[in-house]
């Protein structure tokens, strides 16, 4: 098996998730359309660019400019992991601004009973 199949095999259900979680999260409001395009475009550039790893470095290497050998599995494991600190950071920012979300609403609700306790 290719080293270049199995970087693309290990990233795809990171990446699946990672988009179908900005599906979710777009679908119960938690972030905006515009943000919802960003997500999707960024982890739909990273699966082509592991799809197509191989031809970006057969080009690389036949225009001069790298010198390195293929893919190791070294290689591989970096970059599955580089790709899994992205998915994590992700998953955060998410988690960050539902709370964001919920203390401002807690923070509403709160205004409002102390501003009618206080007028009575």
């Not at 920012?93 to 919920?102: A, T």
């Amino acid at each position: 098996m290719s080293r270049y199949l199995i970087l693309v095999l290990l990233n795809l259900p990171l990446i699946i998730t990672a988009i179908v979680g900005a599906f979710v999260s777009y679908k119960l409001n938690n972030t905006s359309k515009r943000r919802l395009i960003i997500k999707t475009i960024f982890w739909v550039v990273i699966l082509l660019c592991l799809v197509f790893a191989q031809n970006i470095y057969t080009y690389l290497y036949n225009e001069g400019l790298t010198q390195t050998e293929p893919l190791s599995l070294f290689d591989v494991l970096q970059i599955t992991g580089i790709i899994y600190i992205f998915y994590v950071v992700n998953r955060l920012f998410v988690k960050v601004d539902v709370l964001e979300k919920r203390v401002q609403d807690l923070h509403q609700e709160l205004s409002i009973i102390l501003s009618e306790k206080d007028k009575s």
